[in-house]
């Protein structure tokens, strides 16, 4: 892969995702996190789910994770992925989750793009308004592991944390809602 090291001077994950999609080249632009290990073949996959259908213009996957307890590995590989198909399934809406999607340009540029002021939640945000544009495809085989690091304290703590930060962001319109740093 060519990769270009750019340098963003604010902090948040909506600052440096909406600055690294803002310099990248290519007319699919792909998302994953620093703590993802994507499988081999990913982009390959993802181009050509997103080439099926003119109406799908943006592409997501499921998570797992693999460095907990083996007992939470499992259950958040189990649990995780099935909430999200069944919001999927049921709500006929997949979100776009930053630690594995890919979007046309078209669409990402239509939409607006990444709240640079969200720290959370930025990669949903950008969903709601993308299905506006177009379908997000929820890809069920292509599976990206991730640092289970916010659950190491515990699954529960852990589901606490994102869930507090949700309602924060989309029941109570909080503008900043932060995910709180672990190392």
Not at 15 to 25: C, D, E, I, N, P
Not at 50 to 61: C, D
Not at 78 to 99: H, K, T
Not at 120 to 129: F, I, P, Q, S, T
Request: charged share 20%; aromatic share 10%; with cysteine.
């Amino acid at each position: 892969l060519h990769l270009k090291i750019i340098h963003e001077p604010s902090r948040g994950r909506g600052h440096a995702r909406s600055t690294g999609f803002h310099h990248a080249k290519g007319e699919i632009l792909f998302s994953t996190d620093a703590d993802a290990h994507v499988p081999p073949g990913w982009i390959d996959h993802y181009v050509r789910l997103l080439g099926r259908k003119p109406s799908i213009v943006a592409i997501t996957g499921l998570p797992c994770i693999d460095d907990c307890t083996p007992m939470q590995n499992t259950i958040f590989n189990a649990v995780v992925p099935r909430i999200l198909l069944i919001n999927f399934y049921l709500c006929n809406r997949a979100g776009l989750s930053g630690f594995s999607f890919a979007i046309h340009r078209f669409a990402y540029e239509q939409s607006g793009g990444f709240n640079p002021n969200a720290d959370a939640y930025e990669d949903l945000d950008l969903a709601l308004r993308v299905r506006k544009i177009g379908h997000i495809m929820m890809d069920k085989k292509m599976r990206v592991t991730f640092s289970g690091r916010r659950f190491q304290g515990g699954l529960v703590q852990g589901g606490i944390e994102y869930s507090s930060a949700f309602l924060l962001k989309y029941m109570l319109r909080k503008e900043r809602v932060i995910l709180k740093a672990i190392s």
